[in-house]
């Protein structure tokens, strides 16, 4: 076992910092006093967590009275292949918390052991002092709740984005949310929707700025960068045509990651965009893409699709500021999750005492937009 005991309880933490720790422990998972508590984390040269947001975690478990418990393992660990660590760690613990890339990985896998089991988005430390890790929780799942209430039985979505995308999405016997395949692993804060089909999708996916593994499996050479526009032409959930000036690089990297996972490389399996307006990413995307894509898709700017396989493939396409309607309701306008606006949201901003007010404009995820950044 590659396991270390730690207590910080000399360690400061930032009253603003200590409200989102508490939405996180408290709010979000009910951490009780005596309850064993794992931290799983990268190794120490990894540099995707602000080094700071693992020790106030643990003074924050520290004072609750709980135990908490130092799990070091790599990123990049197969989900299919769990370290042996990891699966102790998740049979003895009562919450497991991941501040490591792991976390994702295994967020369609139904893994053994009593551990509840949380993927934590805040990267930085700065994140914890933000309406991103401090809006209640409770406000978040309500509010998620309230937006697949308001899609069931939707028979038609629509998206399209400044870069080309027009796409139709017809779901025949209307959206049952109830059989939505929800993730096996929490996201705190709330980051986004399930999954929904595009196996009858049709129409242009315009995809700029870089492709992207899905994050399920690792595999060789998964980022592609992109130089201008890359045009999917989509006839019922699949690619028929790569269109664009990188087209044929384009074309020959899905057969080539087909080929690796003996899948095929023309799916488009499902798609979603972020509901969570206070995401951030500080920097430039591109000069780090796995640690912006790991967050950046939490934010309304930013819908994704799964291709190349099934459930949920291993390639990802990005499209920005999008506008998406359900049976010509739009619910996101130009990259703005608009849906947070509506009239039957008043509700929950009262009972949970938010305002409004800050979810109004967009945050810079590192990505050029339609509009600057506020």
């Known amino acids: 076992m590659h396991e270390r005991r730690y207590s910080f309880r000399m360690t400061r933490i930032p009253a603003l910092a200590a409200e989102a720790l508490e939405n996180l422990l408290g709010a979000a998972l009910g951490v009780a006093k005596g309850d064993d508590v794992a931290v ?12 700071r947001v693992a020790p106030w975690l643990i003074a924050a478990i520290d004072a609750r009275g709980a135990k908490a418990r130092i799990v070091e393992t790599a990123p990049d660990a197969d989900p299919d292949d769990m370290p042996e660590n990891v699966s102790q760690a998740l049979a003895r613990a009562d919450h497991a918390i991941f501040l490591s890339r792991l976390g994702d990985r295994i967020r369609f896998k139904k893994l053994a052991g009593k551990a509840s089991r949380t993927m934590c988005y805040l990267l930085d430390a700065a994140d914890l002092e933000t309406p991103f890790a401090r809006v209640p929780y409770g406000f978040q799942q309500d509010a998620h709740r309230a937006f697949l209430n308001a899609i069931a039985g939707a028979r038609k979505a629509t998206l399209v984005c400044p870069a080309g995308s027009a796409l139709q999405f017809d779901f025949a016997d209307g959206l049952d949310v109830s059989r939505f395949a929800n993730f096996t692993v929490l996201n705190f804060p709330v980051m986004i929707f399930p999954a929904l089909s595009a196996r009858a999708a049709s129409g242009t996916l315009a995809l700029t700025h870089a492709l992207t593994s899905t994050y399920t499996h690792p595999y060789p050479d998964d980022v592609q960068p992109l130089d201008g526009t890359v045009e999917l032409s989509i006839a019922n959930g699949a690619i028929a045509k790569f269109g664009g000036d990188q087209a044929e690089r384009i074309e020959r990297h899905f057969a080539r990651v087909g080929a690796h996972f003996g899948v095929d490389p023309l799916t488009v399996d499902s798609w979603h965009a972020g509901i969570n307006p206070g995401t951030t990413f500080r920097g430039k995307a591109l000069d780090d893409i796995h640690r912006w894509a790991s967050v950046a898709f939490g934010s309304p ?6 291709m190349c396989g099934r459930g949920p493939g291993e390639i990802c396409g990005q499209v920005f500021d999008p506008t998406i309607a359900f049976d010509g309701h739009e619910f996101w306008r130009d990259g703005e999750f608009v849906f947070l606006a509506a009239p039957e ?3 929950l901003y009262e009972r949970y005492g938010v305002d409004p007010a800050i979810f109004k404009g967009r945050a810079d995820i590192g990505v050029p937009g339609l509009r600057p950044a506020v």
Do not use: N, Q, S
Not at 40 to 51: S, T
Not at 301 to 306: Q, T
């Open 345 to 347: 949201m008043a509700p």
């Open 40 to 51: 799983l984390v990268e190794p120490a040269d990894a540099h995707h967590y602000d080094p």
């Open 301 to 306: 700017r930013y819908a994704h699709f799964h």
